[in-house]
């Protein structure tokens, strides 16, 4: 796996998300879902690390951030939707 996806119901909400993970120090890049993933037309996403997204899921719960749908990217371009924790 190269990276999560957590995908976000807005822009706004996809760059509340990744300014909250930021101010804790987990480098996040707000993103467009791909096709694939995006299920209702446009959304947008934030790509983390694999060793981050523990920390940035509970960072995200105490702030009120809770996440749309969490998929991990595999090595071979496709995307696998992983539960949330």
Do not use: N, W
């Not at 209702?40 to 060793?51: A, I, L, N, T, Y």
């Not at 105490?62 to 496709?78: H, N, V, Y």
């Amino acid at each position: 796996m190269l990276y999560y996806l957590i995908v976000c119901r807005s822009l706004t909400y996809a760059q509340r998300t990744a300014a909250a993970l930021e101010r804790a120090g987990i480098t996040a890049r707000t993103l467009r879902s791909p096709k694939s993933i995006s299920g209702e037309g446009c959304s947008h996403c934030v790509r983390v690390s694999p060793r981050a997204l523990d920390e940035a899921l509970e960072i995200l719960h105490r702030a009120g951030l809770e996440p749309k749908r969490i998929f991990s990217a595999q090595s071979d371009g496709t995307y696998e939707e992983v539960g949330l924790i």
